[in-house]
């Protein structure tokens, strides 16, 4: 049945529900916005701390896979080197050196260690533990010197020596995830931090690209970020897991 009164159709004589295609050719011409600004990459990972790079460092082999990604984002680079100069002066203004990066990432995870331990109240708690690690090396010092001065058989001597290390490394270990809150690895070497770094100039890269009206298809708009994505995704799951806002498993 035609429905062809006022609840169905509009003045026009269009239908009210239902998909429109006239009125779209303005959406049609319009270019594609950028995915991202030119500098909202390089300000993101400035706020990345060690820990989190350091994590995304360890499962960056995940991104073996991906063997094409290369070659792509070498062509492009060729075909775009005045855009690419943009995105390396974009990305080292805010950012840096790689190496000067990751120094700045590693001491803001170690000041956020120290945050985190003051808002707790745990400095208290945690000069105990020192103390108490510092009195066992000086026991077991002091055990081991006696027994040369002692003249301790060398049988007996390392019997007593293993079961020192027995007891005492658990002990140990564990005062010392007390005393030092900077257990979790945040030391990234050179050759990870260029990885890293080159990541966000591909990433900006792909803004400027962008910016400029150069057509960039989805593959290749993939390889160029997917570095960074994979670091964002890693550095995120890291934040909820320290932050204990995951949720448990069921």
Not at 4 to 28: C, H, Q
Not at 220 to 230: D, P, Q, V
Request: aromatic content about 6%.
């Amino acid at each position: 049945m035609i429905r062809n009164n006022s609840e169905y159709m509009l003045e026009d004589g269009s239908p009210r529900y239902g998909i429109r295609t006239t009125g779209l050719e303005a959406f049609a011409e319009a270019p594609a916005r950028p995915l991202v600004t030119v500098a909202q990459t390089a300000d993101a990972a400035a706020q990345l701390d060690g820990a989190e790079l350091k994590l995304a460092a360890e499962h960056r082999y995940i991104l073996d896979r991906f063997k094409q990604d290369a070659e792509v984002i070498s062509s492009l680079r060729e075909a775009h080197a005045e855009e690419l100069k943009l995105a390396e002066a974009a990305v080292e203004a805010r950012l840096g050196s790689p190496w000067t990066w990751m120094s700045a990432a590693k001491r803001s995870y170690i000041e956020s260690t120290i945050d985190d331990a003051e808002r707790a109240g745990t400095m208290v708690s945690q000069l105990a533990s020192l103390l108490m690690s510092m009195g066992i090396s000086v026991g077991s010092l002091v055990v081991m010197i006696g027994m040369v001065i002692l003249q301790v058989p060398p049988l007996p001597y390392l019997g007593v020596c293993l079961v020192m290390l027995l007891v005492l490394v658990p002990i140990r270990r564990k005062l010392d995830r007390a005393t030092d809150r900077t257990t979790l690895p945040h030391d990234v070497s050179k050759d990870e931090a260029q990885n890293f770094w080159d990541d966000i100039v591909n990433a900006t890269f792909l803004a400027v690209l962008q910016n400029k009206g150069v057509e960039v298809d989805l593959a290749t708009a993939a390889s160029l970020t997917r570095g960074w994505n994979h670091t964002r995704y890693v550095s995120t799951v890291a934040q909820e897991l320290r932050s204990n806002h995951a949720a448990p498993r069921t």
